[in-house]
C-alpha cells in the first residue's frame, strides 16, 4: 500500500482533472440524453397531432360522403316519385310529350281505334328478338329512360358535390 499512496501523492492532480473530466462528461451526457428525449418526446407528439387531424379529415369526408349521398337518394326518390306521376309520353312520330298529370280527363287524347288493315297487335309492343323479354311496352322503356336519366342527372351532381368538398376542380 505504501507504493499506492506514493504514487496517488505525487500524481495527484493528473488524477483530480481525470476524475473533474469524468464528472464533466457524465454530467454532459445526461444533459445530452435529456435534450434529446425532449426532442424525441415533441417529435412523437407533433406526429401524433398530425395522425389525429388526419383521421379528423378522413371522418369529416365520410360524413360529407354520406351526407351528400343521403340528400342525392332523398332527391331522386323524390323526382322518381314525381316521375312516377306523370301521365304516359303523348307521341305524334319521332316526337314525345310528357304532360303534368291533372284531374280533367279531357287531356288526354282518345286512342283511335285499330285500323282494319293492321294485325291486330298491340301498338307500342317491342319485338322480342333474344326471346327473352316478356311483353316489353314503349311505356315502361320511356319509364325506364326517364329513371336513368335521373339517375345520370344525380349521379353527376353527386360527383360535382364530391368534388367541391375534396376541394379539386370537377371536370
Same mark, same amino acid.
Request: charged share 15%.
Given at each position: ?29 445526461? =444533459? ?8 424525441? !418526446? +415533441?417529435?412523437?407528439?407533433? /406526429?401524433? @397531432? ?63 281505334? =285499330? ?8 301498338? !307500342? +309492343?317491342?319485338?322480342?328478338? /333474344?326471346? @327473352? ?39
Amino acid at each position: 500500500m505504501n507504493w499506492i499512496t506514493r504514487f496517488l501523492l505525487s500524481h495527484w492532480s493528473s488524477i483530480l482533472g481525470g476524475l473533474v473530466l469524468l464528472m464533466v462528461l457524465i454530467f454532459g451526457v445526461q =444533459i445530452g440524453q435529456t435534450r434529446v428525449q425532449r426532442a424525441w !418526446d +415533441a417529435e412523437k407528439q407533433q /406526429a401524433a @397531432l398530425i395522425q389525429a387531424k388526419q383521421e379528423q379529415h378522413v371522418a369529416d369526408t365520410l360524413h360529407a360522403q354520406r351526407t351528400i349521398n343521403q340528400e342525392i337518394s332523398n332527391e331522386f326518390q323524390t323526382k322518381k316519385g314525381l316521375l312516377a306521376g306523370l301521365r304516359p309520353a303523348l307521341r305524334g312520330g319521332d316526337v314525345g310529350l310528357r304532360i303534368q298529370p291533372s284531374h280533367d280527363s279531357g287531356t288526354m287524347p282518345a286512342v283511335s281505334a =285499330i285500323a282494319t288493315g293492321v294485325a291486330a297487335a298491340p301498338t !307500342d +309492343a317491342v319485338p322480342d328478338s /333474344a326471346g @327473352l323479354a316478356t311483353g316489353i311496352s314503349c311505356e315502361q322503356l320511356a319509364r325506364d329512360a326517364a329513371e336513368t336519366t335521373l339517375m345520370v342527372l344525380e349521379l353527376q351532381q353527386w360527383h360535382a358535390r364530391q368534388s367541391a368538398a375534396d376541394g379539386t376542380p370537377a371536370p
